[in-house]
């Protein structure tokens, strides 16, 4: 069954804890994508991957940090600099050219305890 | 800036009338736009592509470069479109923007 899945769906975190949310695709994807949907602020881009071992800051980077070490794995990492956590994240891939169809996992909820 | 604006939160109409759902656009060059719905305890898809020129589920979206707009129509909204509709410009290398999205609530 291929898709996007990412792990795990609900998420509680004290403050000044970080945490790591899970992304695996397999679709043979080049690009993978986080974003954080607020209410009445949609889709905001938090970072996204090109390619292995290479990423990009997007829109909101800030209090959050990303790796790629495989291909199917763009884990997120909420960080306790993150003023303001508590969010539905949405982790997304795409593949080539880059106008093709954006595949979408089912989020997570983070919330901040 | 490349930007996209869906000007509504929220639209309500009653079953069986039409649907536009607004979409505007900012970007130099070609524009590949699409339209993604969330309906309620589902992953975000892709609804249409303005490329492909087809109609899903009924609905159609236009690009009108002189309007740079992208809005979704449907001429006879169902109770199953309630949904979160999300316009999306791809921009750049690998780089989505999304609009605010607009929540649609058809009315029985």
């Known amino acids: 069954d291929g898709g996007i899945t990412q792990s795990p769906k609900y998420l509680f975190r004290k403050e000044g804890q970080n945490v790591t949310l899970s992304c695996e695709q397999n679709?043979?994807?080049?690009?993978m994508y986080w974003y954080r949907q607020d209410p009445g602020q949609g889709l905001r881009l938090i970072y996204y991957s090109q390619i292995v071992n290479d990423f990009q800051k997007g829109d909101i980077a800030e209090g959050y940090s990303v790796s790629r070490e495989k291909k199917e794995s763009f884990p997120l990492t909420v960080t306790s600099a993150q003023k303001n956590p508590t969010a539905f994240y949405l982790c997304a891939s795409s593949g080539y050219p880059m106008n093709t169809e954006a595949f979408f996992g089912q989020g997570t909820r983070l919330t901040v305890v | 800036a490349q930007r996209v604006t869906q000007p509504e939160k929220l639209l309500s109409v009653f079953k069986g009338a039409p649907v536009e759902l607004k979409c505007n656009y900012s970007y130099s060059g070609s524009p590949e736009l699409f339209w993604y719905v969330q309906y309620s305890r589902q992953r975000l898809q892709l609804l249409l592509r303005h490329i492909s020129r087809e109609s899903i589920k009924g609905f159609t979206a236009d690009l009108n470069k002189g309007e740079t707009s992208f809005h979704l129509k449907k001429p006879f909204a169902q109770e199953e479109d309630s949904a979160m509709y999300y316009c999306a410009l791809p921009s750049g290398t690998y780089k989505y923007i999304f609009g605010t999205g607009t929540r649609l609530k058809v009315l029985a």
């Open positions: 679709l043979n994807h080049d690009a």
